[in-house]
């Protein structure tokens, strides 16, 4: 059953760029289709771009046969949410420019609005300023941001004292695409609706966790941006640590946003910072070379075109982290994550402990630990690996490794994209899925330290070929521990 349609306009500042027209739009047009935005709320495109209504429309109808999945574009759908998109020539660092946008919105005061800021974070403080001195904020005005907020604390805290100057901590949503997809938001599920899993999830039960986001692609023609950043600021400071999050939160109290907030915080409190003496322990750091993938011959980083050859960014960051509270004492947390490596896949492991006796005999097969794998990329999906009797007449039992498929069949009906359920939240006013800025800071906090270290100690990255897992010193990471990364 659809639900009430949600009056409300959307402008997307930035609105041309990538991220608005692969991710963005499709969403709004998918919301449109299943009811989810009333046909009388307006999708408002800000962009430098010189265009005409019709050229705009023209340009989004392309780009939504590019990129719906399923061939879901329908031409009647189109025409009517057509209707919808309006255009505005904007720059972005012009407030008298920001009147544009006010003849059209000042239509009704009292309606709902969503800006979404698909812009650079050095924009964030410029466009919201503007909107504010073109009395466009009102008590209905939501602001969404971007990632990243900042390159380290110091700058993400003037971007949101920016922001903050303008809009109530409430109505800021600062996104993580990651919190939007299906198997993320089925981790707080699968925890606290299953009295199976209670009492396992804890330092009583789990050995260790493991979390990887690995791409197979490397920068895409956008080296400028990503050596500004590399893998820890662009990947571990908020989706590898908000994953951490859920899987390592205490039970919320129930499911508003600051509840669920509230629990994330505490985590990223508890997060045992890294010292110097232990820096080369703890974390690796590595960049990619050449190599192949998919039969295919890849350039190296120091090799892509726009690069700097004498650059010490890193594309792949393993770190072992330690959470000091009552639950997680003593499990240890090994999350890695890079470019370039050998298939693109997102996974969470969680390891239970070992049977305290063997009572099978050794001829039987090796007895493994009982794994939960939670998969988010390419296929997402929730799988609990256990020891199963192989049939058949044998001497003794002899056992093997099966696994319970835990999530909906792969004929499921579509699947909203992260982005489609996000913004729905925001229309919503929903914030439990986005970051609160203490959270930001407190994540930023704990990284900083490792960026220092490295930075102090002079620990350059570490050579691997694409087309593989990393460097050989993350496997050593692991090892060290006598343990090692699950790969399929």
Not at 195 to 202: D, K, N, T
Not at 355 to 358: G, I, L, R, T, Y
């Given at each position: 059953m659809k639900e009430k349609e949600n009056l409300c306009d959307i402008i997307i500042f930035?609105?041309?760029?990538?991220?608005?027209?692969?991710?963005?739009?499709?969403?709004?047009y998918h919301l449109y289709l299943d009811g989810y935005i009333s046909k009388k709320s307006r999708i408002v495109t800000v962009s430098r771009k010189d265009l005409t209504l019709n050229e705009h429309k023209k340009l989004i109808k392309e780009k939504l046969k590019k990129y719906l999945k399923n061939d879901l574009f329908d031409e009647k759908v189109f025409k009517e949410f057509s209707k919808q998109l309006f255009f505005i020539k904007i720059d972005l660092t012009k407030t008298k420019d920001y009147e544009k946008l006010t003849e059209l919105l000042d239509t009704d005061k009292n309606r709902d609005r969503v800006n979404y800021l698909a812009t650079a974070p050095s924009l964030f403080g410029i466009i919201c300023k503007s909107l504010k001195k073109c009395n466009l904020v009102t008590d209905f005005t939501r602001v969404v941001l971007e990632k990243p907020i900042g390159s380290d604390l110091k700058s993400s805290q003037i971007i949101n004292d920016e922001v903050a100057e303008v809009f109530d901590e409430s109505n800021i949503y600062r996104i993580d695409h990651y919190l939007g997809k299906d198997t993320v938001q089925n981790i707080l599920a699968l925890r606290f609706s299953n009295?199976?899993?209670?009492?396992?999830?804890?330092a009583r039960s789990i050995d260790h966790i493991q979390i990887t986001v690995g791409e197979s692609v490397g920068v895409e023609g956008r080296w400028s941006y990503y050596d500004d950043a590399g893998a820890l600021r662009d990947m571990v400071q908020n989706h590898l640590l908000q994953l951490l999050c859920l899987i390592a939160m205490e039970p919320p109290c129930n499911l508003e946003g600051d509840s669920v907030r509230d629990e994330k915080i505490k985590v990223l409190r508890s997060l045992r910072p890294i010292e110097a003496f232990e820096i080369n322990q703890k974390t690796v750091r590595g960049q990619y070379q050449k190599g192949v993938i998919d039969s295919k011959s890849v350039v190296g980083y120091l090799e892509e075109e726009g690069c700097n050859p004498d650059s010490s960014t890193e594309t792949f960051t393993a770190i072992r982290i330690d959470i000091d509270n009552w639950r997680w004492s003593g499990v240890p947390f090994y999350i890695r994550t890079g470019k370039r490596m050998a298939k693109k896949y997102s996974q969470i492991v969680i390891q239970f402990k070992e049977?305290?006796?063997?009572i099978f005999p050794k001829g039987g097969g090796c007895l493994e630990p009982n794994r939960l794998i939670i998969r988010l990329q390419p296929q997402e999906s929730i799988e609990l690996k256990i020891m199963n009797k192989i049939p058949g007449h044998s001497e003794g039992m002899r056992l093997k490794t099966v696994g319970l498929e835990l999530s909906t069949p792969q004929n499921k009906p579509r699947t909203p994209d992260a982005y489609e359920y996000l913004l729905l939240d925001v229309i919503r006013s929903n914030p439990t899925l986005f970051m609160r800025r203490d959270e930001i800071e407190a994540a930023w906090k704990w990284c900083d330290q490792i960026l220092l270290n490295w930075k102090e100690q002079g620990i350059k990255p570490k050579p691997y070929a694409a087309g593989t897992y990393g460097p050989s010193s993350s496997i050593a990471l692991i090892e060290r521990d006598a343990r090692s990364w699950y790969e399929e």
């Open positions: 930035g609105g041309h760029g990538d991220l608005a027209l692969r991710k963005l739009m499709p969403s709004c009295a199976l899993f209670m009492p396992l999830w804890s049977v305290p006796h063997m």
